[in-house]
């Protein structure tokens, strides 16, 4: 069941990114976009049934309803918010490849760089899934699931290794698509990311024994060595 459900997520993620990208582009002969389309469709089956297998407490976590009685509400606010940016951040991309060209397009080797960090970052996301079972996409007391401290691997290098995966995979895909302006643009998410840590950390401190002293041994929340 576990399976089914995730790969009907799968399923609808990439009907979403697929009319989100090609939807507003005058054509559908669009390599680059197709070739994300299948890289990431092919990507995100095999990691399900991965995921599946090692790790189905994180999958499961990722799988939650996207709503919750303990959810603070400043972490409705934002997580909408945010979630409207990142539908508004894909539809930029056709629209600036097509038709704005904003910045000169990235190089073929640039691009291509973009892709291979979209994919570390996205390996990312799912390395902070297979450590952590409670990666779940809203900010959450998860008492009921028995929560308790993660800190050991990346946890043990940065506090929100999920948020730097996903920066990563957007800043790569924003060159992927051949959009330099869309890839600066993550900047703009990166904003929110960084207000979501601040609520979501408010919230462990309050609710996680040991989140207080692990905040104090590992300093930096989604950079290394830096922030």
Request: charged share 10%.
């Amino acid at each position: 069941m576990l399976v089914i459900k995730s790969l009907v997520g799968v399923a609808f993620q990439l009907t979403l990114f697929a009319a989100l990208l090609l939807l507003p582009a005058p054509t559908w002969d669009w390599p680059r976009a197709l070739q994300f389309l299948i890289v990431y469709g092919i990507a995100t089956t095999i990691a399900v049934f991965i995921l599946a297998r090692i790790a189905p407490h994180g999958l499961e976590a990722r799988l939650s309803a996207p709503a919750s009685a303990s959810q603070p509400k400043r972490d409705r606010i934002v997580t909408c918010f945010m979630v409207l940016l990142f539908l508004a951040w894909f539809i930029f991309i056709p629209i600036d490849v097509f038709h704005f060209h904003l910045l000169p397009p990235p190089s073929r080797s640039l691009s291509a760089l973009g892709a291979v960090v979209s994919i570390a970052g996205f390996g990312l996301c799912l390395a902070s899934i297979y450590r952590n079972a409670f990666v779940a996409p809203i900010v959450k007391d998860q008492s009921d699931r028995g929560h308790t401290l993660v800190d050991t691997g990346i946890y043990g290098i940065v506090r929100h290794p999920m948020y730097l995966g996903m920066l990563l995979w957007l800043i790569g895909l924003g060159l992927w698509l051949e959009s330099t302006a869309g890839s600066l643009a993550t900047l703009v998410l990166a904003q929110i990311f960084l207000l979501r840590i601040k609520i979501e950390e408010a919230t462990l401190s309050n609710s996680l024994p040991g989140y207080v002293g692990y905040k104090r041994r590992v300093p930096y929340r989604l950079i290394p060595f830096i922030w």
